[in-house]
């Protein structure tokens, strides 16, 4: 899930405002002006977000400053996200790049499990089905198994290729980019 925030955040042609007085503001329009839904949405008191708003505070704590990000980022630019979900699932794939443990032949093999570095560019039909998980609220592990789904066919089987029933195994992700 957090490969495909990351993915979503590098689409913005501007980015959230740093400073909490900005996303304040934007995320107050998105509570429809109600300061008080907006306090329960960040986990502070209706002063706090008074204070931000009011410009009489200025320095956030920690948690209320990741709570602003996070929650700004999620509301940011909607439109360009629906657009880059669109394309990628009708035509354009996504680029997946990770760090993991693949394994799909016997030991002592070149084929044998080993962490590798792959990076492949999937289809329309794998990427569709990858946001299609994430938009009907899939648990980590189904979007795992998406993910490794894709890279399997991309890479290893090479989308039906001589090797269209091989199985393959995929753990310990040390890292996973996507990119639309």
């Not at 993915?7 to 501007?14: N, V």
Request: aromatic share 8%.
């Amino acid at each position: 899930m957090e490969g495909l925030a990351r993915a979503e955040r590098k689409l913005f042609t501007r980015p959230a405002s740093k400073s909490p007085r900005v996303p304040m503001k934007f995320l107050r329009t998105r509570e429809k002006g109600s300061t008080k839904s907006l306090a329960e949405r960040l986990g502070a008191s209706r002063k706090t977000v008074l204070r931000y708003l009011s410009g009489a505070s200025t320095k956030p704590n920690k948690r209320l400053q990741e709570a602003l990000v996070q929650e700004t980022e999620s509301e940011w630019k909607p439109q360009f996200r629906a657009h880059a979900r669109q394309r990628a699932a009708s035509a354009g794939g996504m680029a997946i790049s990770c760090r993991a443990y693949f394994g799909f032949g016997p030991e002592g093999t070149s084929d044998a499990g080993r962490v590798r570095d792959i990076s492949v560019a999937v289809s329309a039909f794998h990427a569709a089905a990858i946001l299609a998980a994430q938009e009907n609220c899939a648990t980590q592990r189904d979007l795992h198994n998406a993910v490794a789904e894709a890279i399997a066919d991309t890479y290893f089987r090479q989308a039906g290729g001589g090797r269209a029933g091989l199985e393959v195994k995929f753990a310990d992700v040390e890292r996973l980019d996507i990119a639309f």
